[in-house]
């Protein structure tokens, strides 16, 4: 008998879903704990729409749409058809069946059911066996500063598809919100074997959760060890605006950065075997470093990563962190 | 040139929809207002459905669902089968493109716009040109007691499958409701040539209306003549309850009691053709009668209605209402 390794793992949306998918593939029910990023919730259409954590629901259930990255697979779009016909913003798209999961959630948090108990709801009935927590219950909202005004998230990301220049990013709603009660617990417990920072974009992504009181004080005070994978391949991001960004905050699109960025709070870092160059100078940050195949094209390459996070914590376990 | 000869036309769903696309088809746009009862509307999944209303829209702008008598014609199940998924309840059925219109509403009544100006909104977006009011902006509900309980009519109609007896019908929220501004308006105007009562159930989609504040005096009072349209043919009524229902509150379900119901409202009335045996009862409650064909089938069926509907009227208001 193995005595269960838990992991916590930090997750945004597409990058950091794939990871947590090669997790689920290698940990039981109990070993795995999924925290996820609410900056990026914004209410739309009256709704309130949390697309990273849906993207980690349709992941783990396997329901996901791979080729866009969010929705649902195997989509329909009537409802988007007859929402232009109305002459309502349609740049935000929702599919009819990704609808019912936002018009349920919606409903529920109206009737003043936490974000977090709808979550493990929703979870539950798509046949998760894992814990999957918000980040928070309370609003936390990442706005982006451009040179002519400031913006939600999602205005920048999908409306304006990242064409403005990043000045600054921010996250509203911090100085009230809590982490929530499944996150506080996480910390709390003495049975995280190893806490894991998915590929996804530290600044709009992992920074939110880790900003939210306590956490990251929590995550560095605790005995287990802090694993990232980078979201940085050969100087630019898979996916996403992370490599933009970067750029447009005077910081280079490095695995460097990545882990300049997490000092302090990681123990080690699987960088791509295209950046094995940066090895030298991010263990001079006394950070540990694999390099790997961080593209996660297929199911194996998810899990033969997910296996190496889980080996490389568990090696930095038995030193002193 | 002849002068507009301004039709009020009030209407619940399927029957009264039906004699409404009628109407709109011999009408010229400033001919025709449609007033709509909204004693069927309710809060489900959180969002603000408006069963009428949406069943005249639909048909107006010639995209309704003529098999069901509801919904939208060519729609699709994504968002039903995903609710179904998240174990939310399924039974009343809100297909994906009807979705998007009951989405739209929420959010706009939510803001602050009356469910008038939203009605308004979506009409002209679907291209109709006459004017459609609900009855009221204030939440008017049709309530049905049945011998073990009190429930909403939607309740009563689609989820109970209208199984229950029905022992009383009353109007929650009428105390405070006030007719919508068009509604309102209309009543005061004096250019109306006519009233007509659309072949609706009398209990359920009619008697709300009348029973605003004012309404029922203002068209008594009104020089301009009411016709009604019997939704009764031989004892029965063609689609909806009303048969059952008037069995049960201990009314036989004919056109005799459809004009007692009425008496002191309407100047005249059209019976089915089979129903011809009543009309020496119905003219002895002061009633005019002409017998028809109103089983509204085809498109020229419901023309035909229509225009017998306003020559009726015409006649009437030649004689000292």
């Known amino acids: 008998m193995t005595i269960p390794f838990k992991v916590a793992a930090?997750?945004?949306?597409?990058?950091?879903?794939?990871l947590v998918l090669g997790l689920s593939q290698i940990c039981a029910a109990e070993e795995l704990t999924v925290v996820v990023n609410t900056g990026d919730d914004f209410e739309h259409l009256g709704l309130h729409v949390s697309p990273d954590v849906d993207t980690v629901i349709y992941t783990l259930a396997a329901i996901n749409n791979a080729e866009t990255g969010w929705g649902r697979a195997d989509e329909t779009w009537s409802f988007m058809s007859a929402l232009q016909q109305l002459g309502a913003p349609t740049w935000f798209q929702l599919g009819d069946k990704d609808l019912a999961l936002n018009v349920y959630r919606t409903e529920k948090l109206r009737s003043g059911i936490t974000l977090s108990d709808v979550t493990i709801d929703v979870a539950q009935k798509f046949g998760i066996r894992f814990r999957?927590?918000?980040?928070?219950?309370?609003?936390?909202?990442?706005?982006?500063?451009?040179?002519?005004?400031?913006i939600s998230f999602q205005d920048y990301f999908v409306r304006q598809k990242c064409r403005p220049a990043v000045q600054k990013i921010r996250y509203q709603g911090l100085d009230s919100a809590l982490p929530s009660p499944g996150l506080d617990a996480l910390l709390k417990s003495s049975e995280?074997?190893?806490?894991v920072i998915c590929p996804s974009n530290p600044y709009l992504s992992i920074d939110p959760m880790l900003s939210l009181p306590s956490v990251r004080d929590h995550i560095i005070d605790s005995p287990a060890p802090v694993v990232a994978v980078s979201p940085v391949v050969a100087g630019?991001?898979?996916?996403?605006?992370?490599?933009?960004i970067m750029g447009e905050l005077g910081i280079p699109c490095t695995a460097i950065e990545v882990a300049k960025h997490y000092k302090g709070l990681i123990n080690g870092?699987?960088?791509?075997?295209?950046?094995?160059?940066d090895t030298a100078e991010i263990e001079r940050l006394g950070v540990h470093v694999i390099t790997a195949n961080i593209v996660m094209k297929s199911t194996q390459d998810k899990r033969d990563l997910a296996t190496l996070v889980l080996s490389f914590a568990r090696q930095l376990a038995s030193k002193s962190k």
Chains 1, 2 share one sequence.
């Open 269 to 277: 870092i699987i960088i791509a075997d295209q950046d094995a160059g």
């Open 10 to 18: 930090f997750s945004g949306g597409v990058g950091g879903a794939k």
């Open 132 to 150: 999957v927590f918000p980040m928070s219950n309370d609003p936390v909202r990442t706005m982006i500063e451009t040179d002519s005004e400031t």
């Open 236 to 244: 630019g991001s898979l996916k996403g605006p992370t490599g933009k």
């Open 192 to 195: 995280i074997g190893a806490y």
